[in-house]
């Protein structure tokens, strides 16, 4: 079975700082998809950045990049330069490639609120 | 190139009643997937479909169904509301193919149901 931690109910961060949200996660798939969706107030869930578990480079989307360390099983986001805009919920979420693992499985998520 | 539809966008419904959601997939996209996503919690998956046959399926009871059509757009069907079944619904579109662990889903903006 797949899990995701988010350790981080809530947090804070000054505009034009850097943030990063916790991920944590627990598979026995050997191959596996790793993702950070935004979900602003209005319900809609926002792609930000995807990392396979065999990627030899962090992933990197514009002020979005991806912290990957394979063996701590451990996936953060960071926010560089954060705008009021970035205040959202955001969720890590996993899949694998076989089986039940092939379904998304969400993190409880981080509520992030960017102060002006 | 349109996104992910959902409709309706709210809905009130009694206790035992029926409800239908509908959701049309992304333009190219042959998978869709339903969510939902209580209150607080991140989306917990229900099922998925590609190219119009059930391809997977979270823990969810049998009241909970659903259809893919022709063009690929999608209905979830639940029976017998209860009052726990209050959440947002969401429903996501992927390339579909492979199903790899790679493979991104992008969401719809939701369908808010308030069992009463």
């Known amino acids: 079975a797949q899990k995701i931690t988010q350790t981080q109910p809530g947090m804070f961060v000054q505009e034009k700082e850097a943030v990063t949200l916790d991920c944590t996660y627990d598979t026995s798939d050997p191959s596996y998809g790793l993702f950070w969706y935004k979900q602003p107030s209005s319900g809609e869930m926002i792609f930000l950045i995807y990392q396979g578990s065999y990627d030899q480079q962090n992933a990197t989307e514009g002020r979005y990049s991806l912290n990957f360390q394979k063996a701590r099983k451990s996936a953060n986001l960071v926010i560089s330069a954060s705008q009021l805009g970035d205040s959202a919920m955001y969720f890590c979420a996993m899949r694998g490639r076989f089986g039940s693992a092939r379904q998304l499985t969400f993190g409880s998520g981080t509520q992030l609120t960017v102060l002006p | 190139e349109t996104g992910v539809t959902q409709s309706p966008t709210h809905l009130i419904k009694t206790r035992g009643q029926q409800v239908t959601l509908r959701c049309s997939s992304q333009?190219?996209?042959?998978?869709v997937s339903w969510y939902q996503q209580a209150l607080g919690q991140g989306p917990q998956f229900i099922f998925q479909?590609?190219?119009?046959?059930?391809?997977g399926r979270g823990n969810f009871p049998p009241r909970f169904s659903g259809l893919q059509f022709p063009n690929y757009s999608s209905e979830l069907n639940v029976n017998a509301l209860e009052l726990d079944d209050s959440a947002l619904y969401l429903c996501?579109?992927?390339?579909?193919?492979?199903?790899?662990?790679?493979?991104?889903?992008?969401f719809g903006p939701g369908t808010r149901l308030l069992v009463l």
């Open positions: 479909y590609y190219r119009e046959e059930e391809n």
């Open positions: 333009s190219g996209h042959n998978t």
């Open positions: 996501a579109s992927s390339p579909g193919g492979t199903s790899g662990e790679g493979e991104t889903q992008y």
